[in-house]
C-alpha cells in the first residue's frame, strides 16, 4: 500500500484490523485448544469493531487533517504485517498470541505517537490525539479482557 497521506495511514490502519480479525476467525477454527479458540473469537470481535471506528473516524475526520502528507514519517516507522498464507496464530498457545496481538497494538500506538510529535498543525494534532487516545484504550480494553479469558 503506498502511503502518501494521513488518509492513507488510516487506511492502513483500518486493514491492520481487518487483518487480524479475519486472521483471528481462522485459527480459532484451525486451533485445538478450547483457551485459544475462546481468545481468538474475542480478539477477532474486537479487531472487527476497531477496523469499524476506524472507517468512522475516516468518514468523520478533517479533511485538512486526512489530506495531509506524512509519507516520509510512516517510512521510519512502517509495521510489517502477514498478509498472506498461514498466520502464526494457528501454532500459538494463548499467551503468545496475547503477547503477538499486543505488539500489533503497541506498534500502531507507536505510529500514531510519532506522527503526532511531528505534526505542527493544530488540527492534526487534535485528530490524532484523538486517535491515540481511541486506540490506546482499546489495547488496554484488549489487554484486561485477553487476561480475563485466559484465566478461565
Same mark, same amino acid.
Not at 506524512?70 to 517510512?75: A, D, I, L, V
Given at each position: 500500500?503506498?502511503?502518501?497521506?494521513?488518509?492513507?495511514?488510516?487506511?492502513?490502519?483500518?486493514?491492520?484490523?481487518?487483518?487480524?480479525?479475519?486472521?483471528?476467525?481462522?485459527?480459532?477454527?484451525?486451533?485445538?485448544?478450547?483457551?485459544?479458540?475462546?481468545?481468538?473469537?474475542?480478539?477477532?470481535?474486537?479487531?472487527?469493531?476497531?477496523?469499524?471506528?476506524?472507517?468512522?473516524?475516516?468518514?468523520?475526520?478533517?479533511?485538512?487533517?486526512?489530506?495531509?502528507?506524512?509519507?516520509?514519517?510512516?517510512?521510519?516507522?512502517?509495521? %510489517?504485517?502477514?498478509?498472506?498464507?498461514?498466520? %502464526?496464530?494457528?501454532?500459538?498457545?494463548?499467551?503468545?498470541?496475547?503477547?503477538?496481538?499486543?505488539?500489533?497494538?503497541?506498534?500502531?500506538?507507536?505510529?500514531?505517537?510519532?506522527?503526532?510529535?511531528?505534526?505542527?498543525? %493544530?488540527?492534526?494534532?487534535?485528530?490524532?490525539?484523538?486517535?491515540?487516545?481511541?486506540?490506546?484504550?482499546?489495547?488496554?480494553?484488549?489487554?484486561?479482557?485477553?487476561?480475563?479469558?485466559?484465566?478461565?
Amino acid at each position: 500500500m503506498q502511503i502518501e497521506t494521513l488518509y492513507d495511514v488510516m487506511q492502513w490502519t483500518k486493514n491492520i484490523h481487518q487483518q487480524l480479525h479475519v486472521f483471528a476467525a481462522h485459527c480459532a477454527l484451525e486451533n485445538d485448544s478450547e483457551r485459544s479458540e475462546l481468545l481468538l473469537e474475542y480478539i477477532s470481535s474486537h479487531e472487527k469493531k476497531m477496523a469499524r471506528v476506524i472507517r468512522q473516524f475516516e468518514d468523520n475526520g478533517n479533511s485538512n487533517a486526512l489530506n495531509t502528507y506524512c509519507r516520509h514519517f510512516y517510512k521510519k516507522t512502517a509495521i %510489517p504485517i502477514h498478509l498472506t498464507g498461514e498466520h %502464526p496464530f494457528e501454532k500459538m498457545d494463548t499467551d503468545e498470541i496475547a503477547i503477538a496481538t499486543l505488539e500489533y497494538h503497541k506498534n500502531i500506538v507507536g505510529l500514531f505517537e510519532y506522527l503526532q510529535n511531528c505534526s505542527s498543525a %493544530p488540527s492534526v494534532t487534535e485528530f490524532l490525539s484523538n486517535i491515540l487516545s481511541l486506540e490506546e484504550a482499546e489495547k488496554r480494553l484488549l489487554a484486561r479482557n485477553m487476561k480475563q479469558i485466559d484465566d478461565l
